[in-house]
């Protein structure tokens, strides 16, 4: 019984490789690393104004430079050289 030079188990092959990849999701939240940061929790913002802004402050500067990062890799794709 001949299999076509092994093509079928090479497919087969391929198709376990493919199955014991895993992809990791990082989930991304903001405010929970801000307030790690500020040492402060909900609980504080919700009490405090003045920990409100502080709070949104470093959310702001965060989202901030999360952008200007972006910017940055996109600029150096579109134009490597410069």
């Not at 901030?64 to 490597?80: H, T």
């Amino acid at each position: 019984m001949s299999q076509g030079f092994g093509f079928e188990n090479l497919f087969a092959r391929m198709l376990r490789s493919e199955e014991r990849r895993a992809s990791y999701v990082v989930r991304e939240r903001p405010l929970h690393r801000v307030l790690n940061f500020t040492g402060r929790t909900i609980d504080d913002i919700v009490n405090n104004p003045i920990v409100k802004n502080e709070v949104l402050g470093y959310y702001k500067l965060h989202r901030f430079v999360e952008r200007r990062c972006e910017i940055v890799d996109l600029e150096r794709q579109w134009n490597p050289l410069g």
